[in-house]
């Protein structure tokens, strides 16, 4: 369902084009959903102040900011869209290489509220954008911020969350950060990789193979593999190489 969902194939086309432009239908979604939205919580048609975006980070693609700016091309008067309604410290870091504990302290000293609008955001309805949403730590922070400026009501609104085959947190043995499930792009089996990979300072090409299940014969783990002459996939015990060997496999 991943691989064939056009949501999905979206988010990921974000993850590896610098570039990134939102599709149209996020601009009609989401502009439907700041229509619909305060109605839905509140039953009446108030409507929001205030809508904003989680900011780009320095130097990279301002894909959110350009995604409000057409969003509030459907929209006449009444909603103040702000792009620069927050703001991230020079030194913020990506926060894919980090786990939750370690995002909710990055992202609570580096993302701040734009000076210029401390007062404008007193008693106002705020709705927050993000694309994607993984641990909630942007969101908490954001929401934080605005109610400490003492704002009216703070909602969140975003188009997914980052979901796993496999929810376990995995960290890699080799340098310690994050890993996440990635494709073979030539058999197309999935496997685990370090987020620092792309790392220009101190990358780490460190994978591992995802257990499918324990070997019914020995309980050691088996992992899916690809027999390029038949054309086929096959899962394999661990055990075929070790001691003491065990050679079950079982035909997919």
Same mark, same amino acid.
């Given at each position: 369902?991943?691989? /064939? ?7 990921? /086309? ?16 989401? *502009? ?5 939205? @305060? ?12 809508? *904003? ?12 900011? =350009? ?49 210029? @609008? ?20 942007? +969101? ?6 605005? =109610?400490? =400026?003492?704002? @009216? ?72 593999? @690809? ?6 996939? +096959? ?5 075929w190489n070790k001691n003491p060997k065990c050679t079950y496999s079982e035909s997919l």
């Amino acid at each position: 369902m991943h691989d /064939e969902h056009a949501l999905s194939q979206d988010i990921y /086309e974000k993850e590896i084009d610098p570039d990134f432009i939102a599709p149209k239908y996020w601009v009609d979604l989401l *502009s439907h959903a700041i229509k619909s939205l @305060y109605q839905y919580y509140f039953n009446n048609n108030t409507g929001f102040d205030i809508v *904003s975006v989680i900011p780009a980070k320095k130097n990279k693609n301002p894909r959110l900011e =350009n995604l409000l700016e057409r969003i509030s091309k459907n929209f006449i008067g009444g909603v103040n869209f702000i792009p620069d309604l927050f703001i991230f410290s020079e030194n913020a870091r990506s926060l894919k290489t980090l786990n939750q504990q370690q995002r909710y302290v990055e992202i609570t000293n580096t993302l701040f509220l734009n000076d210029k @609008y401390r007062n404008l955001v007193r008693g106002k309805r705020v709705l927050i954008i993000d694309d994607v949403i993984t641990t909630g730590a942007t +969101f908490e922070r954001a929401f934080s911020i605005l =109610n400490e =400026n003492q704002s @009216y009501i703070v909602l969140g609104l975003c188009l997914a969350k980052t979901v796993s085959i496999n929810e376990t947190s995995k960290i890699c043995d080799s340098c310690g950060r994050t890993m996440r499930i990635l494709k073979n792009s030539d058999t197309e089996i999935r496997f685990w990789g370090c987020t620092g990979f792309n790392d220009t300072n101190t990358p780490c090409s460190h994978t591992e193979s995802i257990v499918v299940k324990d070997c019914p014969l020995c309980g050691r783990s088996m992992y899916k593999h @690809y027999n390029r002459q038949h054309n086929s996939y +096959f899962l394999s015990c661990e055990g075929w190489n070790k001691n003491p060997k065990c050679t079950y496999s079982e035909s997919l």
